[in-house]
Nanobody
Framework: VQLQAYGGGLVQAGGSLRISCAVS????????VSWFRQAPGRQREAVSC????????YYADSVKGRFTISRDNAKRTVYLQMNSLKPEDTAVYYC??????????????????WGQGTQVTVSS
């Protein structure tokens, strides 16, 4: 099972960026895929989650209204569209997958499978 996060980069505050997570075929529609982020010296925190089956979503309060998670099952890719970026959004962003994780525990960083992370830097 593999997840590969990509698309990070440097963007100015107020700008937009879309990061992607390609997942291997073993990650079926029974799985939830989430984005987490970790800034230097801080704990890993949940950002958003999507059910590959239903397309239902969860968001952390800190990104609601600014970030949008989506998926393209044919391409086996999950996206995170990030708008109105702030310097405090700077972090390494990781995607993670777990079967039957689309519930109230989605925000806990105890997923079975993790990608390698992609750096997002927002300059002020």
């Amino acid at each position: 099972v593999q997840l590969q996060a990509y698309g990070g980069g440097l963007v100015q505050a107020g700008g937009s960026l879309r990061i992607s997570c390609a997942v291997s075929p073993q990650i079926t529609d029974d799985y939830a895929v989430s984005w987490f982020r970790q800034a230097p010296g801080r704990q890993r925190e949940a950002v958003s989650c999507i059910s590959l089956g239903s397309g239902g979503t969860y968001y952390a309060d800190s990104v609601k209204g600014r970030f949008t998670i989506s998926r393209d099952n044919a391409k086996r890719t999950v996206y995170l569209q990030m708008n109105s970026l702030k310097p405090e959004d700077t972090a390494v962003y990781y995607c993670a997958a777990d079967e039957a994780r689309f519930d109230g525990s989605w925000w806990l960083p105890v997923y079975d499978y993790w990608g390698q992370g992609t750096q997002v830097t927002v300059s002020s």
